[in-house]
């Protein structure tokens, strides 16, 4: 655990106002996410407005370099935000989607994040979600043992 400390501290300072965030909420998805990002599927995330209000979700900033952890906290990967586009759940565009890498469709992709949004209680077809799109500037070689 102390060495996962030192890696924070130093990723913190060579990436200073970098923020720390999870792909998705349990051990198995993150690791899937992660493995996704790995493998080049997964370029862009979304995160939930309302979420970013009340705090558990930092906002995401253009150019602004982040750390990808593992569920249980380990530095996974540094990000670096490239794109960002406010959307309605409802007005997601498939290639935005698809570019998420989880689904073969818009259709799949809706399904899925809905079943999200709704585990985490938020959901409303009209919600706001920030549409990330990310490069990947560092693979730190964590791996989740959700898998």
């Known amino acids: 655990m102390e ?7 130093d990723l913190q300072s060579r990436y200073p106002g970098a ?8 051990a198995r998805l993150s690791a899937e996410l992660l493995a996704l990002v790995r493998s080049g599927a997964k370029r862009a995330t979304c995160c939930a407005v309302a979420d970013v209000t009340a705090g558990r979700e930092a906002l ?3 150019g602004r370099h982040d750390i990808a952890t593992t569920f249980d906290g380990r530095p996974a990967l540094v990000t670096r935000t490239v794109e960002l586009r406010l ?3 409802c007005d997601m565009r498939e290639e935005m989607a698809l570019a998420e890498g989880e689904d073969e ?6 399904e899925g994040h809905e079943r999200y949004y709704r585990r985490a ?4 077809p009209e919600m706001e979600l920030i ?4 490069d990947v500037v560092e693979d730190l070689g964590a791996v ?3 898998g």
């Open 19 to 26: 923020a720390t965030y999870v792909f998705g909420d349990s």
């Open 87 to 89: 959307v309605r759940f």
């Open 3 to 9: 060495e996962g400390r030192a890696m924070m501290e």
């Open 60 to 62: 995401p900033g253009i």
């Open 131 to 134: 549409w990330e799109r990310f």
């Open 144 to 146: 989740d043992d959700a």
């Open 121 to 124: 209680g938020i959901f409303d």
């Open 105 to 110: 469709t818009l259709a799949g992709w809706r």
